[in-house]
Structures are given as C-alpha cells and as structure tokens.
C-alpha cells in the first residue's frame, strides 16, 4: 500500500496491531456425562488430544510466528500451551484470569442431577445467564470482567504484538463482546467449537474478527507398510539440520543412518572447484549411486533407514548446476530417480534460512545459493510426491521441538508391532 499523504497521516489512528489468537482446549473427559465443571481440572479425551494436536500444527505450520503464548493454568489448556511454547521456544505465560466460568457449588455434578434437584434454580440460572451466578460461582457478568482485568492490566504488554491464547469457551466469548464493543447480553451468539481458532486483530480504531471458530483439519499422516520399520530421506539446502535431526531419528528408530557422502570427500580432501563441468556432474551420479546401495543394504538388514538426501535431491543438483544439455541423460537419471521416490514412507522437506550457516568448510556460506537449491528441491517435491508424503516442516529450531514434530507425523500403521510402536511413542 503506498503511503498516505503527510496531512492525511496525522488524521489516522495509531497503525499498530495487536493480534489475538484465541484457541478453544479440546473435548473434556466428563464421563460421558454433561457436567457443569467450570474450574475443576480435567483432562481431555483421546479425541480432545486429537484436537489439541491439529491446533498444535496448525499454529506451527499456518499462523505467522507469535511473539508468546498465554494459557489458563488448567491443564485442558496450558498441556496445549506448553507443546507450542516449547515448539516455537517462545515465552508461555499462565494465569488463572483465564480460567473457566467459575460453577461454584454445581462443579464436578451434572445437568441432569442439578435440575432433578433443584429445577426453579437452574432455571432462573439459564434465564439470567448474564447476571445470575451458582452457589459459590461466578455469573458470566464475573467472568467478564475477571478476563477484562487481565487484558487491562497488561494492555503495554500485548500492544502491538502477536500472541496464542489457549483458553476456554467463556474467556473466548468475553474478549469477543468486549472488543467487538457488543453487550455481554449477545455472548451466547459466538459458539466457537472445542479444539478451534478464533483471530482478533486489535487497533486503536476498533477490532476486527478475523475468523471464528476455526477448526484445524488433523494433518494427513504418510502410509507406512504394515509392520515395517520407516524408510525416510530428509531434504533441503546445506544448513538445515538435516545430519543432526536425521541422526536422532534412526537412533529412535533403530534403523541406520546415511550420511551425504559429498561431506566426506570434502573432509578426506576433494576439492570441487577443481573439478570440470563433466567430473562435477560424474561425481553427482556416483554419490546417487552410493546412497542407493547403502538404502538397498540398510533394508535388507535392518528394513529401514533415515538417509540424509531424497532421491530427488539428486535432481536438484542437476539443475542446480546447470546439467541440462544432455536431454536422454538427464531424462534417464530423472525417471530413476522419481520412481526412487515411491520407495520412501516420506521426505521431510527442512526449513530454510532458520538455522545459521556456519563455515566449516564444506558448505557454501552465501545464503542465496543456498536458497537458489532450497527452493529447486522443494519445487520438485512437490512436483513428484503425493501430499500425505511430503512433509513440510515449519520453522523449528530446537532438536527436541524437530523430532517431536517429525514423530507426531510418523507413526506406525500396525500395533502389533512393538518395537516401531515403541521407537515411534519414545517423545
């Protein structure tokens, strides 16, 4: 957007925007039964794990990096909170502020007995929901202004910064009325489901309701054959993490790890700049060569491996450096490769520019070479592979945040099988 005339800039409000990621925990394990728990701490069902774990990627893989995390301290919420904390090495702020509509006398019993009990009082309860508070409890009037303290008191704090707020269905309705400007009366019209995202954009002018009640669809996991141990290659630029992350997946796993043999040329003494177009282009072919046989060997006496190049890495390098003249060779190799690929449970395609490039000698510093392979690779990966097997990983740091990752896409299909269910749960 061009920026506006110097008059009409001083008319303007203050640009700066706070943005809200409001995240609803998952289903509650109440029994089966409809409870009024209100601050009790319960833990989430499988599905409500399920859900949690959608919000977890979608955080990672679809929302722009945040600048912290807030959480109620219950654990439906803050276990949530705490994964993407740690994923992301962000600040994780917990306060009760957050909590759940207080119920008072009524937690931990349910609808049915509670009105059996004593019907003219829930009644009244649910004709005044605003107002009208539990034995002991909160009416959401309370809760409102509890949440409204919260966001006050450190209003300097947020201002103009991205956060996730993992927190509850009340909470979610408060905010919403209150920097919407409505009256806590229309609260009952938001109803975002468990396990969904809401986004507030917050500006001097007003607010702005991004989205409402989103909800994450749980990310495709890449098929397995039955019973097998996994057969992963790892992608990407020099740089990325590949040796490191590729080694503590085989140890997980108990499958071998193949290194890239480019690095211990190099280390034994090679020199690339003093090869010729056709010895550089030779040399490509013979690494391919080795790590095919090295995968062929790794199965057959382990039945899997983590390599640290994909098939069609080796792709990438043909056009990286220019080998295109040779239309029949190029064609040959191309096939090879990509029907390659179809052997492999998944590729993980590592992030770009996260990680510093370090000079050790072996790769490249400048990062644009660098990116110039990152993005021929990835391009040719998703040319080549199906979706549920090209896994993208977001922009992780930490070694523990990668791997948890990597396992929460990777898991075995058959459990019967101990040993892969064993190696896959070991987080």
């Known amino acids: 957007m061009p920026p506006f005339d110097a008059v009409t800039e001083r008319a303007l409000p203050s ?115 605003l107002h009208a508070a539990p034995p002991g409890g909160e009416s959401f009037a309370d809760l409102a202004a509890r949440v409204q303290a919260f966001f006050d008191e450190h209003a300097q704090t947020l201002a103009g910064r991205r956060w996730v707020v993992v927190t509850h269905i009340g909470v979610i309705r408060a905010t919403l009325c209150r920097q919407l400007r409505l009256p806590l009366t229309e609260a009952l019209r938001f109803a975002p489901a468990r396990g969904s995202h809401t986004q507030l954009l917050i500006a001097e002018a007003g607010a702005v309701l991004e989205q409402l009640g989103e909800r994450p669809t749980p990310a495709p996991t890449p098929p397995r054959r039955r019973g097998a141990r996994p057969r992963v290659a790892l992608s990407g630029s020099a740089g990325t993490g590949k040796s490191t992350l590729g080694a503590a997946l085989a140890a997980r796993w108990g499958v071998p790890f193949i290194p890239e043999g480019m690095r211990a040329r190099i280390e034994a003494g090679l020199r690339l700049h003093d090869l010729d177009h056709h010895q550089l282009q030779a040399l490509i072919e013979e690494l391919w060569e080795e790590q095919a046989a090295a995968e062929a060997q790794a199965i057959a006496q382990h039945g899997g491996f983590v390599a640290d190049r994909s098939s069609i890495d080796f792709s990438a390098f043909y056009l990286h450096y220019g080998f295109t003249t040779d239309l029949a060779r190029i064609e040959r190799l191309f096939a090879r490769l990509t029907a390659h690929a179809d052997g492999y449970d998944a590729i993980l395609l590592l992030p770009h520019g996260v990680l510093p490039l370090i000079d050790d000698g072996v790769r490249s510093t400048n990062p644009y070479i ?58």
């Open 15 to 129: 640009r700066e925007v706070t943005s809200l990621h409001l995240l609803r925990h998952g289903e509650v394990d109440t029994g089966g039964a409809r409870l009024a728990y209100g601050h009790l701490d319960l833990s989430l069902t499988p599905k409500g794990e399920a859900e949690g774990e959608a919000l977890r990627r979608h955080v990672l893989e679809r929302l722009p990096r945040p600048d912290g995390v807030i959480s109620s301290d219950l654990t439906r919420c803050s276990a949530l909170a705490e994964r993407i904390a740690a994923d992301l090495d962000l600040p994780l702020w917990r306060s009760p502020a957050l909590r759940e509509q207080r119920m008072g006398d009524w937690e931990g019993r349910s609808w049915e007995a509670l009105t059996a009990e004593d019907e003219p009082r829930v009644q009244a309860y649910w004709a005044d929901y």
């Open 370 to 427: 660098q990116l110039r392979y990152q993005v021929t690779v990835a391009g040719l990966l998703r040319q080549t592979l199906p979706e549920d097997r090209l896994l993208i990983m977001p922009p992780l740091t930490a070694l523990a945040a990668r791997v948890r990752w990597v396992l929460s896409r990777c898991s075995p299909e058959d459990p019967n099988d101990e040993a892969t269910r064993k190696s896959f749960s070991r987080v």
